[in-house]
């Protein structure tokens, strides 16, 4: 079908799941996801062999994922941020054992249990891996829903290949919100059957650990684990340039915070005003060579999130030495308006450009 | 082309259904579009409201902070959105049961008796299917053929009663501002 359908964004998630072979889904409704829940529980039991579970907590609900995915079941689970902390020793126990699965976040304003409108709080969490343990999860952050479909399918492509869980990270705003949307053509899944535990038959047994007591062991397996993260950030960067070929400043924003920096340019390159914005799709691996880029044109970068500053670690990290770096964000579930970016950029635009540019 | 409007009454009123529609058939017209319903703790007979931006180019944000076109289907969200609507902007107000009118000099203001009219038409439920004829009498924002196609298309066939009372409605609604 490549018909252009009008759905919300946990829709989206849902149905592309399905599309993509996802036939596992466990999860504990909490809004602003819960729309996600209500499709799979309706619609991947329509599929040969679909599965849907409404466990008794988010806890179980990620280990019934491992437990799906580890006899080979396209399997995900979904949450929003005080569930998917809850979710977080699950996630280590994925990255330990190698076995693929998606976790979908949907953000929401915390700390604590917060509120339910869109935030993007959980960057640190969602990016340094989250649980316990010396692992990272790749992390997708999708600002369309068109992107929410296509990233979808990826996430479980992505974690098949390198055996890990994958998160695809949104908030409250883009979940509940529809666009238009196209699905389309999974590929088809390439996972061998050996990584799948179906039994030994009469052949030697199988089985996936985590648990390895001889530190050398462990140690050779952190040291795996740590070769294929390289090869990730080697190979998985994703982001998007918007207007940054002449750019004086260059906005630094994903999901949600980056359609209002999006309304912000459009309203300030007819004042003449050169701003751009570099839009990270992977959080983990973080385009940071790609960022670094930008500097040898642009010497000011504006940090924007909706959160008090989480992404402008890696922000410095790919920028601190080449050019100046300033941050503007709103925590707590406050999406702020374009307008108000915009007066913001104009400052520092000003500021940074000098009065003889004025006008 | 670019316009938001907001869409606000008592949960019940098909508010959300009146952003749905306008959404699917701005689709349908090939623009861009975007639907942001209020989510969120509410209770039955509490307050709905969504906001529908359409664009010819690819949209932000889909927050309105000042909307072109203002919907209210009753008195709280009259108060509630009325000093959102951006100058000049329009407002479609349910007149069958909001007494009060705003205050505001700098807007116009179009008072539709949907109920009354739905009521006329044997089904108080397509009051927001007169308020939709009225409203795109006045913003054009879509065709009423799109428009009627793209309720049919989310009714689905089985409805296919209610869609002659909604095609009544639609047209009862664009003709009384036409008129007027």
Redesign the interface.
């Known amino acids: 079908m490549t018909e252009k359908v009008l759905m919300s964004g946990n829709h989206i998630i849902g149905e592309a799941a399905i599309r993509a072979g996802c036939r596992f889904y466990a999860g504990y409704p909490i809004t602003p996801q819960n729309e996600l829940c209500e499709y799979m529980s309706e619609h991947i039991r329509e599929q040969e062999g679909g599965v849907f579970i409404q466990s008794e907590s988010e806890i179980a609900a990620v280990n019934m994922v491992e437990g799906a995915a580890s006899t080979g079941a396209r399997a995900m689970t979904s949450s929003s941020s005080p569930g998917i902390s809850l979710k977080q020793e699950g996630i280590s126990f994925l990255a330990a054992c190698e076995i693929p699965a998606l976790i979908v976040n949907i953000m929401r304003g915390g700390p604590g249990l917060g509120n339910i409108r869109p935030s993007q709080g959980d960057y640190f969490q969602a990016t340094r891996g989250g649980g316990h343990g010396d692992y990272r999860t790749i992390v997708l952050a999708p600002a369309t829903c068109q992107e929410m479909a296509d990233l979808t399918m990826d996430a479980f492509d992505l974690a098949d290949r390198y055996r890990t869980p994958v998160m695809l990270l949104a908030d409250g705003m883009m979940g509940q919100m529809m666009e238009p949307v196209v699905f389309k053509e999974p590929k088809p899944r390439d996972y061998p059957d050996m990584f799948m535990l179906r039994g030994a038959g009469g052949g030697k047994s199988h089985f996936i650990r985590g648990l390895l007591l001889d530190q050398l062991e462990e140690e050779e397996h952190n040291w795996k684990l740590a070769r294929k993260y390289a090869i990730i950030e080697q190979r998985e960067t994703r982001c998007e340039y918007f207007q940054t070929e002449d750019a004086d400043v260059v906005i630094v924003a994903y999901g949600t915070s980056a359609r209002v920096a999006k309304g912000a340019i459009k309203r300030l390159r007819p004042m003449g005003m050169k701003v751009g914005l570099f839009r990270p799709i992977t959080l983990w691996p973080f385009p940071m060579n790609e960022l670094r880029k930008l500097s040898e044109k642009t010497k000011y970068f504006l940090d924007f999130e909706m959160s008090l500053g989480q992404m402008i670690d890696d922000v410095r990290l790919a920028l601190q030495g080449y050019a100046d770096i300033g941050f503007f964000g709103r925590p707590g579930g406050v999406v702020p308006t374009p307008v108000e970016l915009a007066n913001i950029i104009e400052q520092r635009y000003f500021k940074n450009n000098g009065p003889e540019k004025r006008g | 082309m670019s316009s938001k409007t907001i869409f606000s009454g008592f949960g019940g009123q098909g508010v959300l259904m009146m952003g749905?529609s306008l959404?699917?058939s701005a689709?349908s017209t090939g623009y861009?579009?975007?639907?942001?319903?209020s989510?969120?703790?509410e209770m039955r007979g509490g307050t709905a409201n969504c906001t529908i931006a359409i664009a010819e180019e690819?949209?932000?944000?889909?927050?309105s902070?000042e909307p072109d076109y203002l919907v209210v289907m009753n008195t709280p969200s009259l108060y509630s959105f009325q000093n959102k609507l951006t100058s000049g902007g329009l407002m479609f107000l349910n007149a069958s049961i909001i007494d009060a009118r705003p205050s505001r000099q700098d807007i116009e203001v179009y008072a539709v008796p949907c109920g009354e009219i739905a009521e006329g038409l044997g089904d108080i439920r397509a009051a927001n299917i007169v308020m939709m004829g009225a409203f795109l009498r006045k913003t054009a924002l879509v065709t009423l053929d799109t428009y009627l196609k793209s309720l049919e298309t989310i009714m689905g066939s089985k409805k296919r009663k209610a869609m002659e009372t909604n095609t009544k409605a639609l047209a009862a609604g664009y003709e009384l501002l036409k008129t007027s």
Do not use: F, K, Q, V
């Open positions: 749905y959404a699917h689709m861009h579009t975007t639907y942001l319903p989510y969120g703790a690819e949209i932000a944000s889909p927050i902070s």
